[in-house]
């Protein structure tokens, strides 16, 4: 059964950086896209609609929220199966549980598999 697991999150003061990383494994065909999305704390409860943080896709190509633009980056090792978020310029808004996504099959983003998530605390 497919599966992902996060890792690299925890409490950070604002300004600071941190990086997340996923791994991948048990997939059955190659993963279109991998990425990143997330909760807030007062959205956490099953069924709330995680936000979108980055998307890439296997050629590479990215996708951003307008709220990470600029300060987070994404990036996918292909052959591993890994993706990573590096965090850069946090603010107290980006706290939350961060989850990562993959898919095997071309349907836009937010389908697919999800790992169990990651907090990241955004404080001073």
């Given at each position: 059964?497919?599966r992902?697991?996060?890792?690299?999150?925890g409490l950070?003061?604002?300004?600071?950086s941190?990086?997340?990383?996923?791994t991948?494994?048990?997939?059955?065909?190659?993963?279109?896209?991998m990425g990143?999305?997330r909760r807030?704390p007062?959205m956490?409860?099953?069924g709330?609609p995680?936000e979108l943080?980055?998307?890439i896709?296997?050629d590479?190509?990215t996708?951003?929220?307008?709220a990470?633009?600029g300060?987070f980056?994404i990036?996918?090792?292909?052959a591993k199966?890994t993706?990573?978020?590096q965090m850069?310029?946090?603010?107290?808004?980006?706290?939350?549980i961060?989850?990562?996504n993959?898919?095997m099959v071309?349907?836009?983003?937010?389908?697919g598999?999800?790992g169990?998530?990651t907090?990241?605390?955004?404080s001073?």
């Open positions: 059964q497919a992902l697991v996060e890792s690299g999150g950070v003061e604002p300004g600071g941190l990086t997340l990383s996923c991948a494994s048990e997939f059955t065909f190659p993963i279109v896209r990143w999305f807030f007062d956490v409860r099953e709330t995680r943080v980055a998307t896709k296997t590479g190509s996708v951003y929220s307008d990470v633009k300060r980056s990036s996918r090792d292909n199966d993706v990573s978020l850069n310029a946090l603010k107290p808004e980006d706290t939350a961060y989850y990562c993959a898919d071309e349907r836009g983003p937010g389908f598999s999800w169990r998530g907090q990241v605390t955004v001073s």
